[in-house]
Structures are given as C-alpha cells and as structure tokens.
Nanobody, 121 residues
Framework: QVHLVESGGRLAQAGGSVRLSCAAS????????MAWFRQAPGKEREFVSA????????VYADSVKGRFTMSRDYIKGTVYLQMDSLKRDDTAVYYC??????????????WGQGTQVTVSS
C-alpha cells in the first residue's frame, strides 16, 4: 500500500511559478515510479511527468517540456513539480501517482487526492 498526499496548489498569474509537493509513504514505495498527471475542466486526465526513485532520466509531456521540472527526494519520500512560465492552459487539478512501466507509466496503482492549480491572465 502506498499513500500519496499532494500540496502546493494555488492561484498564480500567467508567467509565474508554482511548486507542488507529493508526500509518499508505504513499505513498497521504492518499487514504483512516481508521476504527475493533471485534469483540466471538461478534459481527460493527462500525463505530465514521471521519474524513478532510483535515478534515471525524467520524462515530460511535450506541453510542459522546458517549463516544468520534476524532482524527488527519496530520504524524505517526497516528489516535487516545479512549474515555471505558467500558462492559462496549465489550469488543472494536479495528481501525484505511483505506478509501473517505462515512460509515461503503463499502469497507475495509486493516486493522490489532487491539488488545484489555477493560472490567471
């Protein structure tokens, strides 16, 4: 069992920055890759970024590449999403996820409750 709790979502202006955190816990945590997804109003949930606890490259969706940075601190059991150069299209509920598979994950086993990011012009 893995427990995920997101925080950091808020209202921000276009061009600004927001940093999201996801506190992860569970005895099998290291078995999973960690990811961020987002869901905008009226749209399907979409992949944002993923990384492994043990290293390796970080994967990003094309829509956020160069603007968002995902990082992890295994000692703290926390993953982060630094969101810079925000656009109105980044407005969404952001979800932390733990899953398996390469790239954008092939299976998501656990979801957090989500945190709202709203970008105003």
């Amino acid at each position: 069992q893995v427990h995920l709790v997101e925080s950091g979502g808020r209202l921000a202006q276009a061009g600004g920055s927001v940093r999201l955190s996801c506190a992860a816990s569970g005895p099998t945590l290291s078995s999973y890759r960690m990811a961020w997804f987002r869901q905008a109003p009226g749209k399907e949930r979409e992949f944002v970024s993923a990384v492994s606890w043990t290293g390796g490259s970080t994967v990003y969706a094309d829509s956020v590449k160069g603007r968002f940075t995902m990082s992890r601190d295994y000692i703290k059991g926390t993953v982060y999403l630094q969101m810079d150069s925000l656009k109105r299209d980044d407005t969404a509920v952001y979800y932390c996820a733990a899953g398996r598979g390469p790239g954008a994950l092939t299976t998501v086993d656990y979801w957090g409750q989500g945190t709202q990011v709203t970008v105003s012009s």
